[in-house]
């Protein structure tokens, strides 16, 4: 790793381990830290951790399609999302407005991946309790959450993870199969 990270979890997600940092470093071993071997964050949620780390190789991965979208929007559009974000006020109607778009499988598939990753961040930072959360129909079903000042964007945050992911030696998945094929993984244990 050759520079000190200061990026942020860009969401809030349950089961996050921002505060867990200091035990987890400790264990990751020599190699990730070196960057002689990629760091492999399965089910990347926040990515308190591997954005903590910023290791100098990485896969990052999810089986949730809206968290991998968000991702690779982070990183081939900074600015745009940053100016969708923009326009987002912390307010209920817009919020149930914004919330509601999932409803209509039509619509919600006309939106662009700009628009679909503002959704998430929009929803997971003004949502009650930052949880993301859907019914079976796929639907958000997380009610407002009554901040009186939420930090929905931070803008430079956003970019220096964008720089951070458009390192060659950074990728973004979303499928356990192929991830797993031609890697060498080294298992931690934290036991």
């Known amino acids: 790793m050759t520079h000190k990270p200061t990026m942020k979890p860009i969401l809030k997600w349950a089961g996050g381990k921002r505060q867990l940092l200091p035990a987890l470093r400790r264990y990751v071993p020599q190699d990730v830290r070196e960057g002689k071997v990629s760091y492999l964050e399965i089910f990347v949620g926040g990515g308190a951790l591997v954005f903590d780390l910023a290791p100098d190789q990485a896969v990052i991965n999810d089986l949730n399609e809206e968290l991998i979208n968000l991702y690779t929007v982070v990183r081939d559009s900074p600015s745009e999302l940053i100016d969708e974000l923009n326009a987002y006020p912390n307010n209920v109607d817009f919020y ?10 039509e619509i919600y598939q006309s939106l662009t991946k700009i628009k679909r990753a503002a959704r998430m961040v929009y929803l997971n930072r003004t949502g009650y309790n930052g949880l993301y959360r859907v019914n079976r129909a796929g639907q958000f079903n997380v009610p407002f959450g009554k901040y009186k000042n939420p930090r929905i964007i931070d803008a430079e945050n956003i970019q220096e993870m964008s720089a951070y992911l458009n390192k060659p030696s950074i990728r973004i998945l979303t499928s356990i199969i192929v991830m797993l094929q031609n890697m060498r993984i080294q298992v931690i244990s934290f036991t």
Do not use: G, K, T
């Not at 149930?96 to 499988?105: H, T």
């Open 96 to 105: 149930y407005d914004i919330r509601q778009l999932d409803r209509d499988r």
